[in-house]
């Protein structure tokens, strides 16, 4: 079991709060991805479920214990950074050795560790090399095991990913996630790629400026975000933002968009939107298509074509303001061309003046 629970975690660096009030609950033998843009308090965060930063106040507690003013050691936790952070004189097996001879294992323990790991983690031919005799997804790998052979509770894991070139990337996402559900293990993975958020994570937690905006599944943030940051900043291209006036009447709400030729009827509950309200409608590219001509609630003009096989996003100037509209690449409109588009309002999002989502009916608030 290893449940952690942040309660109002803050930590303060002289005038800067890197971390604001965090309240969040990570589930037993959950991966749990903690998302946000750079200095948003991320690895602090970590460091500070880690024992390697002390919280200014708030507490942290592993299954109802707290463990705040306990040392890293004392935490039941391993931790992976971005720089690997092996011991360069070492060779991979006495890297891997380290945690255990330090905590005292007997030796026929620490090599059936070692061996179990290395097999797992495919390092075993590597064993007798020095890290620098590696590449950059073996170093990766020799630093996940020497996290997993101590075979703690929670893993920490700060933008592990992020030296490594695209491709490797992805296949190591799918390597960390079927390595976290044979271990069964509470993982607890910073980073700021929002793909690598939405396709490895359990559940996400999005940060903006210390501040936790939404915690949920990779579909509940995407399909729900609840304010504009997370609308903006999960998904990509980002999503089309587009201010409007919502009209309300017979228990019914309709959006003008500036500039529209139409009001686009959204399902949200009449009291969730006042009579002339400014809103903003978040449309994802996804759900915008080409209409005949004069058949569309917006019109414009195409500005950029860009052709990323088997999709086309094309960028459409409104006249100020623009869109993406991500299509097939069967019909490849011009640049310069009119075009006009409708969009799915079933499917958009309403964000109110203080850019929180407007929810809609049957969704609750
Ligand atoms: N030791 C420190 N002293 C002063 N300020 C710090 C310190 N560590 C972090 N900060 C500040 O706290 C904020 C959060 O930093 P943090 O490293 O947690 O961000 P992050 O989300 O991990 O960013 P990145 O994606 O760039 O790694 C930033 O404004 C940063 O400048
Ligand atoms: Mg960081």
């Known amino acids: 079991m290893a449940e952690v629970v942040l309660d109002s975690l803050t930590r303060r660096f002289g ?11 990570v589930r037993d033998r959950e991966f749990l991805v903690l998302v946000g843009p750079s200095g948003c308090g991320k690895s602090t965060t970590l460091r500070m479920i880690g024992g390697l930063e002390p919280a200014t106040s708030g507490s942290i507690a592993f299954d109802g214990l707290d463990v705040s003013h306990l040392p890293t050691e004392k935490r039941d936790i391993a931790m992976v950074f971005q720089s690997y952070a092996l011991y360069p004189h070492m060779s991979v097996r006495a890297n891997l050795e380290f945690p255990l001879k330090n905590m005292g294992f007997p030796r026929a323990e620490i090599e059936s560790r070692v061996r179990g790991v290395a097999d797992r983690l495919s390092i075993a031919d590597y064993l007798d090399r020095r890290p620098r005799q590696l590449s950059g997804g073996q170093r990766q790998r020799v630093a996940l095991g020497r996290a997993i ?19 490797l990337r992805v296949s190591m996402r799918a390597e960390l996630k079927r390595l976290h559900a044979q271990l069964a293990r509470t993982f607890i993975f910073v980073t700021h790629d929002q793909a690598e958020a939405m396709t490895m994570a359990d559940r996400i937690a999005v940060l903006s ?51 529209a030729r139409r009001a686009a009827q959204f399902a949200v ?29 917006l019109s414009g003009v195409v500005s950029m074509v860009e052709l990323l096989h088997p999709e086309l996003f094309v960028t459409v100037d409104l006249g100020g303001l623009s869109v993406v509209v991500r299509t097939s690449t069967q019909r490849r409109p011009e640049i310069g061309e009119a075009v006009d588009l409708d969009f799915d309002a079933t499917r958009s999002h309403l964000f109110d003046a203080n850019s929180r989502r407007i929810p809609t009916t049957g969704e609750s608030a």
């Open 149 to 167: 052979v101590r075979d703690t509770g929670v893993f920490l894991l700060d933008e592990p990913l992020s030296n490594l070139d695209a491709q």
């Open 269 to 297: 509950e009449p009291a969730a939107a006042h009579n002339g309200a400014e809103v903003t409608v978040g449309i994802r590219s996804e759900h915008l298509s080409f209409v005949p001509s004069g058949a569309g609630s």
């Open 209 to 259: 400026g210390g501040v936790l905006q939404q915690v949920g599944t990779p579909d509940d943030i995407y399909t729900r975000p609840a304010n504009r940051f997370v609308a903006e900043f999960m998904g990509s291209p980002a999503i089309n933002l587009l201010p409007g006036k919502a009209v309300t009447e017979q228990g019914r709400v309709e959006v003008r968009i500036d500039g």
């Open 15 to 25: 005038d800067t709060v890197a971390v604001d009030n965090l309240n969040l609950v």
